[in-house]
Each structure stands twice: as C-alpha cells, then as structure tokens.
C-alpha cells in the first residue's frame, strides 16, 4: 500500500505540471538496457534551470545460476547551466533499492568495498541513500537526445547472507553495511515533448 501512494503521489506531481515545449521528457537508460534491466525515466521542468527526474528500473530474471533480481528507485534534482534539457547539469539524487544478487563469479574489490562474496553466497536485502551527479545532454534532433551521466553517493544497506542461490542455509542475519562509491551511470535515449 505504501507503494502504491509513493507512485500515486509522484504521478499526481508530474501530471499538474504544465506540458509545454522542453517541459517533459521520458528516457530509457541504454546501460540498464544492455543488462536486461527492465527500466524508464521521467523528467519534469520545475524552473527555467531546475528539473526532477525520477528513473525507475527492476531485473527479475535468473540466468543459469546466477542473480540480479533487483528493483531501484533514484529521484533527482537537476541544475541546468544552459538550458534544460540541453548542454551541462548537476544533480543531487536519492537512492531507494532491494535486492537479490548472487553467484555472480568476480574478484571486484573497489574503494574499499568487496563484491567477490557474490561469487560463492547470495545476498538478500535493502538500502537507501543519497548522491552528487554531472551530466551533460546531446541533442540530436528536436525532440531526441542523448544524455551521460555519473553520480558518486552513500548508500547504507542491510542484508542476509545464504549458502546458495534459493534455498541454501542463511549463514548471517540483517548485516548492515556503508557503500561508498558510484551510484549512478546512465547514458540515456531522451524523448523531449
């Protein structure tokens, strides 16, 4: 029901903005794509600089083994020093995910954070958090761009560790853990109404 009213509450905002020329965009991120992460973004111009944009994307899909079932949610403010929709940005976003990854074979140690215990264990749980992002939108025709974005952040999680991929034994209960790093990479087809 929660989330429900989240979603309610965000599409009642962005329908009672107006839906002028450079006042909406939807976007699809070509990097989620390549991963078959089901994903969309929406983007509403606020002031003549500022826009929120609100991408969305969940991967329910087992391959062979391995997991990366996941959904996310990543609310965003941007600053546009030009126009919206076009040229330079900055943004502040938030972060809201669950997750169930795992036998994901690596040796990925970066900025002090472990991903190789996804190689022999599975990992269930949520997170939360916050970042900073620069971006930069190509136009490529009126209404088409082509946007890069990357975002560094915090993000505190909690999960439960298991022995194998559906129904091994739980080997450890509700650990917290503080990610720092990247939080956001996009390079996203833009439709601009």
Request: hydrophobic share 40%; net charge neutral.
């Given at each position: 029901?929660?989330?429900?009213?989240?979603?309610?509450?965000?599409?009642?905002?962005?329908?009672?903005?107006?839906?002028?020329?450079?006042?909406?965009?939807?976007?699809?991120?070509l990097?989620?794509?390549?991963?078959?992460t089901?994903?969309?973004?929406?983007?509403?111009?606020?002031?003549?600089?500022?826009?929120?944009?609100?991408?969305?994307?969940?991967?329910?899909?087992?391959?062979?083994?391995?997991?990366?079932?996941?959904?996310?949610?990543?609310?965003?403010?941007?600053?546009?020093?030009?126009?919206?929709?076009?040229?330079?940005?900055l943004?502040?976003?938030?972060?809201?995910?669950?997750?169930?990854?795992?036998?994901?074979?690596?040796?990925?140690?970066?900025?002090?954070?472990?991903?190789?215990?996804?190689?022999?264990?599975?990992?269930?749980g949520?997170?939360?958090?916050?970042?900073?992002?620069?971006?930069?939108?190509?136009?490529?025709?009126?209404?088409?761009?082509?946007?890069?974005?990357?975002?560094?952040?915090?993000?505190?999680?909690?999960?439960?560790?298991?022995?194998?991929?559906?129904?091994?034994?739980?080997?450890?209960?509700?650990?917290?853990?503080?990610?720092?790093?990247?939080?956001k990479?996009?390079?996203?087809?833009v439709?601009?109404?």
């Amino acid at each position: 029901m929660k989330h429900k009213t989240i979603l309610l509450f965000v599409v009642s905002v962005l329908a009672s903005l107006s839906a002028g020329a450079q006042n909406f965009a939807m976007k699809t991120n070509l990097l989620y794509d390549a991963t078959a992460t089901v994903n969309v973004g929406m983007e509403a111009g606020l002031a003549p600089k500022w826009t929120f944009d609100l991408s969305g994307n969940i991967n329910a899909w087992t391959i062979q083994d391995a997991k990366w079932k996941h959904w996310l949610v990543q609310p965003e403010v941007r600053y546009w020093f030009c126009d919206r929709f076009q040229g330079h940005f900055l943004g502040i976003h938030g972060i809201g995910a669950a997750y169930n990854v795992g036998f994901i074979t690596n040796d990925i140690r970066f900025l002090g954070n472990d991903f190789s215990i996804l190689s022999d264990h599975r990992v269930q749980g949520y997170g939360w958090g916050a970042g900073v992002a620069y971006g930069y939108a190509c136009p490529l025709s009126k209404h088409l761009n082509l946007e890069f974005e990357l975002g560094v952040g915090y993000v505190y999680t909690r999960y439960d560790k298991f022995e194998c991929e559906g129904c091994g034994k739980q080997v450890a209960d509700n650990v917290p853990y503080h990610y720092v790093g990247p939080t956001k990479a996009a390079i996203n087809l833009v439709y601009v109404f």
